[in-house]
T-cell receptor
Framework: IAGITQAPTSQILAAGRRMTLRCTQD?????MYWYRQDLGLGLRLIHY???????GKGEVPDGYSVSRANTDDFPLTLASAVPSQTSVYFC???????????FGSGTRLTVV | LAKTTQPISMDSYEGQEVNITCSHN???????ITWYQQFPSQGPRFIIQ???TKVTNEVASLFIPADRKSSTLSLPRVSLSDTAVYYC????????????????FGKGTHLIIQP
């Protein structure tokens, strides 16, 4: 593993199903983030975590939950998927101290 | 809370210098300015970050005036492979709480480089 790994790469999900998007980093970054990207809307922050054990809500948190049990993992869960959650999801991390973010390659999720 | 405004799109030609300006009138004292590049089907990639004056690395320069209410990303001698969306991000990475605007990317600038 080098950087951030997201899984799955893509998924087609039936509406109402539960889904967890996985994100793992090997850089020991304290801060981690989940964004969704939709055509014409840019990247929008869903949830973030400044350090293991803490999480916070971003711009569009409704319908999503996260946990941060350790430094490396930051899973995003859709409890009951809806078609409006069809999007590309990016996980990112930052070591803070004014540094930029490192992004994963994304998960393309289609809810039907 | 800091918001950014960028041109939606720009065109240029190979070998030219390209300057993309971002306005951030409400930038806070602790905010940094960061630029990212994104190609289709990929995650954004960090280009450059600065706090004031000028920062230069191997791919770009970032110019920030004294009032810090705007910044300009300068790409020297662009090539076709520089065609991408460029995002300006203003925020304090050490303070993710208290509002997420500092971590909001916006819609970016779609830069198209022609031969």
């Amino acid at each position: 593993i080098a950087g951030i790994t997201q899984a799955p790469t893509s998924q087609i999900l039936a509406a109402g199903r539960r889904m967890t998007l996985r994100c793992t980093q090997d850089m020991r970054h304290n801060a981690m983030y989940w964004y969704r990207q939709d055509l014409g809307l840019g990247l929008r922050l869903i949830h973030y975590s400044n350090t293991a054990g803490t999480t916070g809500k971003g711009e569009v948190p409704d319908g999503y939950s996260v946990s941060r049990a350790n430094t490396d993992d930051f899973p995003l869960t859709l409890a009951s998927a809806v078609p409006s959650q069809t999007s590309v999801y990016f996980c990112a991390s930052s070591e803070g101290l004014g540094r930029g973010y490192t992004f994963g390659s994304g998960t393309r999720l289609t809810v039907v | 809370l800091a918001k950014t405004t960028q041109p939606i799109s720009m065109d240029s030609y190979e070998g030219q210098e390209v300057n993309i300006t971002c306005s951030h009138n409400n930038i806070a004292t602790n905010d940094y300015i960061t630029w990212y590049q994104q190609f289709p089907s990929q995650g954004p990639r960090f280009i450059i970050q600065g706090y004031k004056t000028k920062v230069t690395n191997e791919v770009a320069s970032l110019f920030i005036p004294a009032d810090r209410k705007s910044s300009t990303l300068s790409l020297p001698r662009v090539s076709l492979s520089d065609t991408a969306v460029y995002y300006c991000l203003v925020g304090d990475p050490l303070n993710s709480g208290g509002g997420a605007d500092g971590l909001t990317f916006g819609k970016g600038t779609h830069l198209i480089i022609q031969p």
